[in-house]
């Protein structure tokens, strides 16, 4: 019973092969006997597919001054581009968009060549349509790119007149720690051929969601809606 409940929380879909620490608070969410820290160390540490993540290596994160901290969700929003991915379905680069509030994030498959046109589509069927319009967004794609696509998106809203916004041409280090947790998570779920990526991008956007992130000690999911998801 006890190793049941800890491959449900660990090598599920959609548990993702969390550490060891999102591990055990995943199972403590439903069972608890004595010896179950070890347990689960154990089993975590002896994982192949987890193993397979933790051999990618990055460059470390350079510090770069903090931007202020939005009052509420889905105000201020990082985007930027992985791209130079293996094809898949069409798609060769992930499109990330995170809640600098809430930490949560959408992965949205696209292409390398995608056009402010084709960002301001995207956005408003992904974003828009759910969370309405940002007040500010952080982004490495450049200012005139940002300038186009937020053009083009007032265009396609109807929207007449001079609707600004804040616009930072860098990034914070969050959406590259995201881009980073994603490369790991797409490891766990991919094929050994890395040509089905685009079908596991909503399993990785849920791991991602329902960790907890360090700096709000809970995670996105439980941030925006107060809760937990169930797994069962």
């Given amino acids: 019973m006890q190793l049941g409940i800890l491959q449900k929380r660990h090598d599920s879909p959609l548990a993702g092969h969390p550490v ?10 439903d069972f608890y006997c004595s010896g179950m820290t070890q347990f689960i160390k154990d089993y975590v540490s002896s994982c192949q597919q987890c193993s397979r993540r ?13 931007l202020p901290i939005p009052n509420g ?6 985007m930027s581009l992985i791209t130079q991915l293996p094809l898949s379905n069409s798609f060769d680069s992930i499109l990330v968009i995170v809640d ?12 390398s060549s995608i056009t402010s046109l084709d960002l301001a589509h995207i956005f408003i069927k992904n974003i828009f349509s759910k969370h309405g319009l940002p007040s500010g967004i952080v982004s490495d794609r450049g200012s005139l790119f940002v300038s186009s696509f937020w053009t083009n998106l007032c265009q ?11 616009y930072h041409p860098e990034t914070d280090g969050q959406t ?14 991919v094929s050994y051929h890395q040509d089905d990526w685009n079908t ?30 169930h797994f069962d």
Avoid at 20 to 29: A, D, I, M, P, R
């Fill in 200 to 229: 596991c991008l909503p399993l990785a956007e849920f791991f991602y969601n329902n960790s907890d992130h360090s700096s709000k000690k809970q995670s996105p999911l439980f941030t925006v809606f107060g809760r937990y998801p």
């Fill in 54 to 66: 933790e051999n990618i290596h990055h460059k470390k994160f350079v510090l770069l001054k903090p």
């Fill in 100 to 111: 600098r509030f809430s930490k949560m994030e959408v992965f949205i498959p696209t292409m």
């Fill in 156 to 166: 396609q809203l109807k929207i007449l007149g001079d609707l600004s916004i804040a």
């Fill in 176 to 189: 590259e720690r995201v881009n980073k947790i994603l490369e790991q998570c797409l490891c766990i779920y």
């Fill in 20 to 29: 060891q620490e999102k591990t055990l608070k995943l199972v403590k969410g």
């Fill in 73 to 78: 969700t889905w105000i201020c929003l990082s």
